[in-house]
Every structure is written in structure tokens, then in C-alpha cells.
């Protein structure tokens, strides 16, 4: 029984995760809300189209990465799954997620800056 990545060759980036662009699209309709005169014709293409190809690629696919080298360290330190493994592993994810969710608005926020 192996995992839904099993066949995928070894030098593949696998999956991507899709919430960081998200959250980047997110702020910046909150962004936008708040203020339109922000967002002129060229500012606001910076913004959402270009910045979120780059928030799916590089970020997405790091906290992709992240994510399974989370589950590998833990499963190489309780090598037996049982419900403190999975305690563990959901509080590592959480607190992984929390930190992710910042960098990506810090990220929002550094480059709505920069635009306005």
C-alpha cells in the first residue's frame, strides 16, 4: 500500500499546495476593499497577476516539500503510529500552517507597500 505519489519519479516536484495563492489572492481583495485607489490598471496586474504564479510555484510548492519532510521526521521518530504520533503531527502541522499563513501576508502586505 503505497502513498498516492508512489509512481512519481524521484526528480518531480510532486504536489503543489494551492492555499498560499489563496491567501495572497484573499489579501488582496481585502486590500483592495479598503482602499481601490491602490489598485491602478498596472499596480493591480502586478499584484494578482504576476505575484500569484509566483505565490503558487514558489511557495506552494515549498510548503508542500515542508509538509512531507514534517511527516518523514516524524514518522522517523515514532517509527510506531499511534495517537501521540498523531498529536504530535497535528500540532506540527498547525503550528507549520500558522507560520506559513504569516509569511504569506507578510509577503502580501511588503508588496502591497511597495506598489502603493
Known amino acids: 500500500m503505497g502513498g498516492p505519489h508512489e509512481g512519481a519519479p524521484t526528480g518531480s516536484l510532486g504536489p503543489v499546495d494551492l492555499w498560499p495563492a489563496v491567501l495572497w489572492i484573499a489579501a488582496g481583495i481585502y486590500a483592495f476593499a479598503g482602499a481601490p485607489a491602490l489598485f491602478t490598471w498596472w499596480k493591480g496586474v502586478a499584484y494578482f497577476l504576476v505575484g500569484s504564479p509566483v505565490m ?3 511557495t506552494g510548492t515549498a510548503t508542500a516539500r515542508l509538509r512531507r519532510a ?5 514518522t522517523d521518530v515514532f517509527p510506531q503510529r499511534d495517537r501521540l504520533t498523531d498529536a504530535v503531527l497535528v ?8 507560520i ?5 501576508l507578510f509577503a502580501a502586505s511588503g508588496t502591497l507597500q511597495l506598489l502603493g
Request: glycine share 4%.
Open 56 to 58: 503558487l510555484l514558489v
Open 70 to 74: 514534517v511527516v518523514e521526521m516524524v
Open 91 to 98: 500540532m506540527l502541522r498547525g503550528l507549520l500552517a500558522v
Open 100 to 104: 506559513e499563513a504569516m509569511l504569506v
